[in-house]
């Protein structure tokens, strides 16, 4: 059992064995974390939080810190999860909790939500950096349409991306992109004082806004699914909560401080983002810029932790040569064995067409048929041959994952909606529901959970319910906007 095992996870009954997981390579400080989690976490949430305020009133600085609290709690109570069983591996994160608490359904709806999010998350910022590109060209006397800039984006991002072959490759962006947050938050705090005194309107409270508020708030603080993989990389595991706390009071600080001056300065009229209304051009082209430089550093860390588990799926997972350990004979053979061909329905019938002779086909079958078939076949043996070039699989699969952000980012270039729309959809759910509700699965099922774990599961179930009232509403009133 390993230090953090015996530190913050609880001790579980081992009532099911799970197949062991691919054994860490902790080689990262606390620093490096605590730069990794900025960087996830901070970022486009300064941009949203002003319009959100201007939805809420000002009633939504105490849910702003509400976010934070949960955010902290759930933050590192889903790393308590990854050590369900203390005598088996460590889990990989959100569908094996699942797998491991509810079995394949759990597993299946981790998997949904998770995968929503770290997909969804690219594609918001696609859409941020395509804009921005767009409106720096057009400052510079270029014009360029909106399409081609979210494909000049996607070349950006996708060649760190393709070229990724651990977490490793992609965490060193990190510190850059938290700097650039950092940088972000200095501009347009000064710059919105700067604008001070104006004649806006503030509210205190309004009611019907505030599950969009809140989709805006937990899109901001939500880094659940990306936590997993950052705890995976430390040298000292034992420091997560410690590191967890203090960047999530830098962050809660952050977003205090540009939400506050941006609703006082700019009011209801506050917009997503904020630096639409700084009226000084520098100031909005600096921020503009800052913000594309952390978007593209940071989407290729959401996108790398999206595909890495379908690689795995595939057979197409990198091999990791430097670590010193081994999987039982029967998973390295399996992935052996493993080609996305595998995934491909057998029929008999394929095997009974000749490449260079359809007539036997035509003569039992209409003309669609054996074409039909005939392309199956064919479908097969390239699915088959990219079996053997692993490499070359990997770079088509996430060549495609990056053309469906670019896609969806020119079919819905809505930065503000499509922000709330992936909040309350994705981030809610893995931000409140999924991880209080993982951990009373494990404490009920233990033989004997003690009383301070029944306390946690009574505010768990209190944090549950009160994401499910905040998704219902929110996904309501989200709908509402896109399509009303």
């Known amino acids: 059992m390993n230090d953090i095992t015996a530190e913050i996870a609880p001790a579980y009954s081992t009532h099911q064995q799970l197949e062991p997981w691919q054994r860490l390579s902790r080689n990262v400080s606390n620093e490096g974390v605590l730069s990794s989690i900025i ?43 990854l050590y369900l069983y203390p005598d088996s591996p460590r889990l990989d994160g959100f569908p094996e909790i699942g797998l491991a608490t509810f079995g394949k359904c759990g597993q299946i709806i981790a998997f949904v939500f998770s995968h929503l999010l770290l997909l969804g998350t690219p594609i918001v ?52 992109g938290t700097l650039a947050s950092v940088l972000l938050l200095l501009v347009v705090t000064v710059a919105t004082f700067h604008d001070f005194p104006t004649e806006a309107h503030h509210t205190i409270s309004n009611p019907r806004q505030i599950p969009l508020a809140m989709s805006t708030f937990t899109f901001a603080y939500c880094g659940n699914v990306i936590y997993p ?82 690689e795995s799926w595939l057979g197409l997972a990198m091999p990791m040569p430097e670590i010193a350990w081994a999987r039982p004979t029967a998973v390295v053979e399996k992935r052996k064995t493993s080609s996305p061909a595998m995934y491909l329905p057998r ?43 692993i490499v070359l699989a990997r770079m088509l699969l996430r060549s495609l994952e990056i053309c469906v952000c670019a896609l969806v980012a020119m079919l819905i270039p809505d930065f503000s909606k499509v922000m709330t729309l992936v909040g309350t959809v994705a981030a809610e759910a893995l931000l409140f529901i999924l991880p209080c509700i993982f951990f009373i ?44």
């Open 39 to 81: 960087c996830v976490v901070a970022g486009t949430g300064l941009l949203g939080i002003p319009y959100a305020l201007s939805r809420s009133g000002w009633i939504g600085c105490f849910f702003l810190i509400f976010n934070a609290c949960i955010s902290q709690y759930t933050g590192v109570l889903i790393i308590r999860c």
């Open 125 to 176: 910022y696609f859409i941020l950096a395509s804009g921005n590109i767009q409106d720096l060209l057009n400052l510079a006397g270029m014009s360029f349409s909106f399409k081609l800039c979210t494909w000049l984006v996607s070349v950006l991002v996708g060649l760190p991306f393709l070229m990724a072959r651990h977490m490793r490759d992609v965490t060193w962006m990190s510190l850059i």
């Open 229 to 310: 993989h950052i705890e995976g990389s430390m040298k000292e595991p034992r420091h997560w909560p410690k590191v967890m706390l203090v960047a999530t009071i830098i962050v809660a600080l952050m977003y205090s401080l540009v939400g506050f001056s941006g609703y006082m300065v700019y009011g209801d009229g506050a917009q997503n983002p904020i630096f639409l209304n700084l009226s000084q051009v520098p100031a909005q082209m600096a921020a503009n810029l800052l913000v594309t430089i952390h978007v593209l550093l940071t989407s290729p860390l959401y996108l790398f932790v999206f595909t890495v588990r379908i």
């Open 347 to 389: 029929l008999p019938v394929m095997e009974e067409v000749d490449e260079t002779d359809t007539e036997p086909i035509a003569k039992n079958k209409s003309t669609i048929q054996a074409a039909y078939w005939l392309m199956v076949q064919r479908m097969t043996w390239f699915f088959q041959w990219l079996g053997s070039h």
């Open 441 to 484: 699965k494990q404490t009920l099922t233990s033989p004997s959970p003690s009383t301070a774990n029944l306390f946690e599961v009574a505010l768990c179930t209190l944090i549950a319910l009160f994401g499910f009232v905040c998704i219902i509403f929110g996904t309501i009133d989200t709908f509402t906007l896109l399509f009303v």
